[in-house]
């Protein structure tokens, strides 16, 4: 063992090191795990061993910042340069470390998975005039393609021929809704138990759920076995919601989340175009079997990528390291250490493609369950909540109410499916706006606000303009929908409330991931499962406010003052948020 007196020594002599040959003598190097963090451990002459750690704590050039309040790091090092948070290890199987083309095509392959999952959601919903006229015992094809077809616009089931009681519409509004809940209820399950037997696992079997599912919707002979395919069906899309964003996160730094996390939510619009648009031509010429056949054929090939491009990305890590502290030694002119190929080897086939291979970690998953229940009261959590909630009700309300609108404003049922136009330009706001530009107005506020500190609060003004866009969208959607204005006026509206919608949804998941980055899974879990659970009672009740109420009061009355109260959360987190979270999860301290 070293004593005290020797570290100032040691401390130069590496130092030096790193000054004449851009890194210390690798000879006789290897790491060691303190059951915290793993450091690296240099061997010297004399059997004096220098921890990275050690090295640290002297160096007067360090400006990680002392005691740091968790989420709270330095975005630039000494020389001005983009800090790597979290701080990548010398493994060659840290996920960190995959090469950048190895990061983009797995994250493809899960934009896919995520977009198919979810344009099945997206079509569904816009069917449900089909299915309440299927259910009520009539032929929709012979009502929905008839000339003098017209609906009243303030009720929905007056779609229904007269002298046919209608099927209760909540009953079938179970079609749209259902999956959402079990998305919420997948969440508390899948998070865990992909720390417990790791994310890939999960992320295959999520997978197949979701086209066995769409299988399953596609040749129900009622509404109970149509309702349990889709509930199959939301365990699978209940992936997208939290664990797509963890896998993401463990692969990209912080600088890069908002722009790997907006590709995955943007790129649902091209599909939900596609599959929104031709779902209702669909469904009028021949049958809506062949929504749920096509998507899970589609859904085959997504898992069969899966399996094939996303790897393993369960990997434990430190506090100081999710902080971007510099633990082990990085050559001069480089932003991390070298890869360690001598002590863990080459990434093999079994690493790419391998189940299992950190082993099981049962009784983290359970600690899971319990950090899960801890952070649900965090300011954070409870503010980014409230956000995808309200965003959420409104969504889910457009998304069952568009298709009456459109029928009573005179648009034929089968091009319906141009509610859907407005996602595919919402996805360019939400990948521009909610990516890059996001990313970029967050670095200059830790440059002006932090001077070179980054807040996860410094990302909460890119949420005005969401709000800014979902309110005017519900004032302008009621106001068309309630007075029967043109169809363009709906879809305007319907653009403003999907943009806001998805865009906050991205930067909610960056927030709580960079506000409390040791429980990214439990923060996660939360802020999607609790919206899904409140939007699933809001949305499953548009159907019946609106006969009661009508559009306007429901959409541009209450939904749109609700977004606005949600709005007042971003001054009050901008400006409490770092003392609150130094209350709820303290400090990291120098070792």
């Known amino acids: 063992m070293t004593t005290k007196a020797y570290w100032p020594q040691r401390v130069e002599s590496v130092q030096m090191d790193l000054r ?38 002297n160096n007067p050039d360090d400006k990680t910042g002392g005691d740091n309040v968790v989420g709270s790091t330095s975005l630039y090092d000494e020389n001005g340069k983009i ?61 929905l ?3 003098n077809f017209k609906s009243d616009p303030s009720n929905p089931l007056s779609i229904v021929p007269e002298g046919v009681t209608p099927f209760p519409l909540s009953q079938v509004a179970l079609l749209s809704t259902t999956p959402l809940l079990a998305n919420g209820i997948a969440s508390y399950v899948l998070v865990p138990l992909s720390i417990a037997i790791g994310r890939r696992p999960v992320l295959i079997f999520t997978a197949t759920c979701s086209w066995l599912g769409g299988f399953w919707a596609g040749s129900s002979t009622s509404l109970a076995q149509h309702i349990a395919a ?54 009028a010429n021949s049958t809506w079997r062949w929504i749920y056949w096509s998507t899970s054929i589609l859904g085959v090939v997504a898992w069969i990528l899966l399996i094939a491009f996303v790897p393993e990305t369960r990997k434990t890590r430190s506090a100081r390291e999710l902080a971007g502290e510099k633990i082990y030694p990085i050559p001069e002119g480089s932003d991390r250490t070298e890869l360690d190929y001598a002590t863990y080897g080459q990434r093999t086939v079994k690493d790419n493609i391998g189940f299992f291979i950190f082993g099981f970690e049962w009784a983290n998953a359970g600690k899971q369950f319990i950090d899960t229940l801890k952070t649900t009261f965090f300011p ?79 990302s909460l003004p890119n949420l005005i ?20 204005l043109h169809f363009t006026v709906l879809l305007l ?46 949305s499953s009740q548009v159907t019946t406010w609106i006969e009661q109420n009508g559009n306007l009061a429901v959409f541009a009355g209450g939904f749109g003052t609700m977004l606005l109260v949600a709005s007042l959360g971003i001054p009050i987190i901008f400006f409490t948020g770092k003392r609150l979270r130094g209350w709820t999860s303290g400090g990291i301290a120098k070792e």
């Open 230 to 283: 889709r509930i199959l069906h939301g365990l699978g899309s209940g992936a997208v919601e939290a664990l797509l964003p963890l896998i993401v996160q463990d692969m990209v730094f912080l600088h890069q989340r908002n722009r790997a996390l907006s590709a995955v939510i943007a790129s649902q619009g091209p599909l939900i175009v596609l599959f929104g648009t031709l779902a209702p031509y669909i469904s």
């Open 465 to 484: 303009l969401p709000f800014v866009l979902g309110i005017a969208g519900c004032f302008l959607f009621g106001v068309a929908a309630q007075n029967n």
């Open 380 to 458: 954070a959590v409870i503010f980014g909540t409230v956000v995808n909630s309200a965003f959420s009700i409104v969504q889910q309300s457009i998304g069952q109410i568009i298709s009456f609108s459109l029928l009573a404003a005179g648009i034929p049922f089968e091009w319906t499916g141009l509610a859907v136009i407005p996602s595919i330009f919402a996805t360019v706001i939400v990948y521009f706006f909610g990516g890059p530009l996001a990313d970029k107005l967050s670095i200059k506020m830790s440059q002006v606000l932090g001077k070179g500190k980054r807040e996860p609060e410094y």
């Open 145 to 147: 393609k008839d000339p």
């Open 493 to 538: 509206g319907s653009f403003l409330i999907l943009s806001g919608a998805l865009t906050s949804l991205t930067l909610v998941n960056t927030f709580v991931i960079e506000s409390y980055p040791q429980w990214a899974g439990p923060v996660l879990t939360n802020v999607s499962s609790l919206r899904i659970f409140v939007s699933f009672f809001f």
């Open 83 to 143: 800090r790597l948070v979290p701080t990548p290890t010398p493994d060659p199987k840290d996920p960190l470390n995959l090469l950048n083309w190895r990061k983009w095509v797995a994250i493809g392959s899960m934009c896919l998975f995520g977009a198919l999952s979810l344009s099945a959601e997206v079509a569904i919903a816009g069917l449900l005039p089909v299915f309440l006229l299927e259910y009520s015992g009539v032929d929709p094809t012979k009502v």
């Open 20 to 57: 004449e040959n851009g890194r210390p003598d690798t000879s006789d190097s290897w790491l060691s795990d303190d059951g915290d963090e793993k450091d690296l451990v240099k061997k010297n002459k004399g059997d004096v061993q220098v921890r990275s750690t050690d090295v640290e704590k």
